[in-house]
């Protein structure tokens, strides 16, 4: 009698039980808040600064205001070469050590908390997530670009860090030192103040490609070109604190994936290590699946999700709170030890700030 081959046994898939998260997202209404209050301190920095230099500019008449040491964030190439000279020398340097503080506490926010900084206190990030929220709204959709190409404009970022560190890194103690003491780099900051006031066409053309390429591609300036957010993605490697998903709790929804503007696989990791992370909280914000998604530390082990992730994931004032807590500690400390303001007697600025448009980069 002829037997019957046996048929492999077809195990069901068991379905996964969706229990709704207990409590409504607040990171983007906490993230958006921060985001907020970083522009508007950016403005006030800036206006100040906007002052400071049409004092000079005119001679010493009008309103006399302090230079406000914040706007030296905006000079992360100062920040680096000074964080170097702190480390050859173990001196904090004279021309803008705020840059090196708030360049310092951005790379310590980076290893803490993923690129925090892009999404949740970067101007420049601020803007690039409005252009492509309002270019979603105006054209129904962002543009996702092919996976080839993409990865070829993802690495310009790192061509440009690349530069920027081989420079720095043949530089000695001495060399920075001389560099920030040039004309050229005394006022380092009015430069950046003037190339916005007087933008040429050229500039302009640039600046207006960018922000209709970041209305159509998310994050366009921030994925492809920045080298100071390549920086941090390579130090966010070292960041305990990760998107983390539970494959448990997790009903395979791929809410996640589709909400990253990073274009990141959330929805089939278990953990968020890639450098293009930012902790922007999107993906967190769409899953309404109870312990599935979180920003958190490495889970216990336990066997229920809730007691995996008990006090291992980071709320939205957590992160906040480490936030300001790195940069005012520094801002505080550096202004404490009377390192934050870079002193150099008014004679030379009413000297340098009128010309600050002729003087040229001393390599030139
Ligand atoms: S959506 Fe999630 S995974 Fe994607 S960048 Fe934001 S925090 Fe990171
Ligand atoms: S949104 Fe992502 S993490 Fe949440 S349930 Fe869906 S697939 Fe899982």
């Not at 048929?7 to 229990?19: D, E, N, S």
């Not at 951005?106 to 970067?122: D, E, P, T």
Request: with cysteine; charged share 15%.
């Amino acid at each position: 009698m002829a037997t019957q081959p046996a048929q492999p046994m077809q195990i069901p898939k068991t379905k996964k039980a969706f229990i709704r998260r207990f409590t409504p997202d607040r990171f983007q209404r906490t993230r958006h808040t921060v985001q907020g209050l970083f522009l508007v301190v950016n403005a006030w920095l800036g206006l100040q600064f906007y002052l400071w230099a049409r004092y000079f500019e005119r001679g010493g008449f009008g309103p006399s205001v302090a230079r406000p040491a914040g706007v030296e964030g905006w000079l992360p190439i100062a920040g680096l070469m000074n964080t170097k000279y702190l480390l050859l020398t173990g001196r904090v340097p004279q021309i803008h050590p705020a840059a090196m503080f708030l360049f310092i506490g951005f790379m310590l926010m980076s290893l803490l908390l993923k690129k925090a900084f892009c999404s949740w206190l970067c101007p420049v990030g601020t803007f690039s997530e409005f252009l492509w929220k309002l270019g979603r709204r105006i054209f129904g959709r962002n543009l996702r670009v092919p996976r080839w190409f993409d990865i070829g404009l993802r690495s310009l970022k790192y061509v440009l860090l690349g530069l920027f560190v081989a420079v720095i890194g043949a530089m000695s103690a001495a060399a920075l030192e001389d560099f920030m003491a040039t004309p050229y780099g005394l006022v380092a900051d009015v430069k950046m103040l003037n190339f916005f006031r007087d933008i040429g066409i050229t500039a302009a053309v640039v600046i207006g490609l960018l922000m209709l390429l970041s209305m159509l591609v998310q994050n366009f300036w921030c994925r492809y070109l920045c080298p100071y957010g390549a920086l941090m993605g390579l130090a966010s490697l070292l960041s305990p604190v990760k998107i983390r998903r539970d494959q448990d709790a997790c009903i395979d929804c791929g809410k996640c994936a589709k909400a990253c503007p990073a274009g990141l696989a959330v929805d089939k990791l278990v953990q968020i290590r890639s450098v293009e992370c930012t902790a922007c909280m999107e993906c967190v914000a769409v899953c309404s699946t109870q312990d599935a998604l979180q920003f958190a530390l490495p889970p216990h082990r336990a066997s229920a999700p809730a007691e995996r992730w008990r006090r291992r994931a980071l709320r939205p004032l957590v992160v906040c709170g480490v936030i300001a807590y790195i940069f005012f500690g520094l801002v505080l400390f550096a202004r404490a030890t009377n390192h934050w303001q870079t002193i150099l007697p008014q004679s030379v600025y009413m000297q340098l700030v009128p010309r600050a448009n002729q003087l040229t980069h001393p390599g030139m």
